[in-house]
């Protein structure tokens, strides 16, 4: 039993270059989440997919897509990378809409040169 | 203002020592409220839910004041393996628009 895995651990990428970062779940979970956490910041909630099918943007969506391929899968795409992107990402998942509590997965870091 | 403000600290401890840790929020709808903690490098975890009756996990009690809007964290006897960053977080959605602290450093020293 994995939790939450997240791939890749580490990336580097040039203004402009796109990118998708993997994430999924071996728990069951119906909630799936991707988060960005910059220093001095809390975590802050980028885009959300309450169930399997559904996808909808947090605090801070602009410049991200998202993709719930399936219950366990929750892809995070960076179309045009800009340096303002460059932060460490990480995807949680919970039970359902109404259980709060929130496993995380290890986290991708990213930097936009 | 933010919607949920802790002292960024840090804090530096002696083992053995009792440390608080205070965090404010601004919503006043706010339904459910948590402490987690990360370590350097690493993922969030739960560390315990905030009751309104106040609730205690061994060395740990989480407090609530929702006439004042914050929440407390409390650790006894603190251990060296307590060093970590501790996020306070609440959520008044069922779940989609959590907010996290920015979180209180804690160094525990030998």
């Known amino acids: 039993n994995a939790g939450v895995t997240q791939t890749p651990k580490f990336q580097v990428l040039k203004t402009g270059q796109s990118m998708t970062l993997q994430c999924a779940q071996d728990?069951?979970?119906?909630?799936m989440y991707w988060y960005r956490q910059d220093p001095g910041m809390g975590l802050r909630l980028i885009y959300y997919?309450?169930?399997?099918?559904?996808?909808d943007k947090g605090e801070v969506p602009n410049g991200y897509n998202v993709s719930r391929l399936n219950k366990r899968e929750f892809s995070l795409r960076l179309e045009s990378a800009a340096p303002s992107q460059t932060s460490v990402y990480f995807c949680?998942?919970?039970?359902?809409?109404?259980?709060?509590?929130?496993?995380f997965g290890p986290g991708t870091r990213l930097l936009v040169l | 203002r933010k919607e949920v403000e802790q002292d960024p600290g840090p804090f530096n401890v002696p083992e053995g020592a009792t440390v608080a840790f205070n965090c404010t929020y601004s919503?006043?709808?706010?339904?459910?409220f948590f402490w987690y903690r990360q370590d350097c490098r690493k993922e969030p975890k739960l560390l315990m839910s905030?009751?309104?009756s106040g609730n205690e996990d061994g060395r740990f009690t989480a407090q609530l004041n929702r006439a004042s809007q914050y929440i407390s964290l409390l650790i006894r006897d603190s251990k060296l393996s307590d060093s970590a960053t501790y996020l306070c977080v609440v959520d008044h959605t069922g779940g989609f628009k959590t907010i996290f602290g920015a979180g209180t450093r804690l160094f525990v020293k030998a």
């Open positions: 905030v009751y309104s």
């Open positions: 997919s309450a169930s399997e099918g559904t996808t």
């Open positions: 919503n006043s709808a706010s339904q459910s």
């Open positions: 728990m069951n979970h119906n909630s």
């Open positions: 949680a998942s919970s039970k359902g809409p109404n259980e709060q509590t929130q496993y």
